[in-house]
Each structure stands twice: as structure tokens, then as C-alpha cells.
């Protein structure tokens, strides 16, 4: 079993940054694809960012350029680093752990507002 801890959401101002954070239990991280999601309210859930287990990262159009997934396998923690923020990147992030089975964390509130 594994249980997903994410941290650091909360509010910043447009432009600002954030780095949300999601600790893995179990001893699978290392080999698991690791991915961030988020959902906006009335919106569908969506990917935001692909790290694998041989990090090879991956974007979504929307955050290119702004947003950096990393992993410390070491610590079975992953990482996004949010700059340049949008108010449309205000929605609830999600950690997502892809190996045989999925598991999800609770999410974490990211608001960008003025």
C-alpha cells in the first residue's frame, strides 16, 4: 500500500511562485512514474506534469516554460515548481503515482488571485 502526502498549496499573487510537494510511502517510488494533476472547479481533472522513474519529464502546452516536475528518489518525494503563475492555475493539484496500480493523494489548493 501507498499513501501520497502533498504540501505546500496555498495563496499567491499573479506572477508569484509555489512548490508543492508529495511524499511517497512503500518502496516503489523509485520505479513508478510520477505525475502531477490538477482540477478547477466546474473542469475536468488534467495532467500537468510527467516525471519518470528514468526522468524523462513531461509538460502540458499550458505550463511549459513555467512549471518543473522533479523527483529525490532518495527521499520518495516529488516535486513541482510553480513560477509565473496564472490566475487559470488556481485549482486543486493532485500527486499521482503510476506503477501496476494507481494511487492519488488528497490534493492541495493552489489560489492565484490578486
Known amino acids: 500500500q501507498v499513501q501520497l502526502v502533498e504540501s505546500g498549496g496555498g495563496l499567491v499573487q499573479p506572477g508569484g511562485s509555489l512548490t508543492l510537494s508529495c511524499a511517497a510511502s512503500?518502496?516503489?517510488?523509485?520505479?513508478?512514474?510520477m505525475e502531477w494533476y490538477r482540477q478547477a472547479p466546474g473542469k475536468q481533472r488534467e495532467l500537468v506534469a510527467t516525471?519518470?522513474?528514468?526522468?524523462?519529464?513531461n509538460y502540458a502546452d499550458s505550463v511549459k516554460g513555467r512549471f518543473t516536475i522533479s523527483r529525490d528518489n532518495a527521499k520518495n518525494t516529488v516535486y513541482l515548481q510553480m513560477n509565473s503563475l496564472k490566475p487559470e492555475d488556481t485549482a486543486v493539484y493532485y500527486c499521482?503515482?503510476?506503477?501496476?496500480?494507481?494511487?492519488w493523494g488528497q490534493g492541495t489548493q493552489v489560489t492565484v488571485s490578486s
Open positions: 512503500g518502496t516503489i517510488f523509485s520505479i513508478s512514474t
Open positions: 499521482h503515482l503510476r506503477w501496476l496500480v494507481d494511487y
Open positions: 516525471a519518470t522513474g528514468a526522468g524523462i519529464t
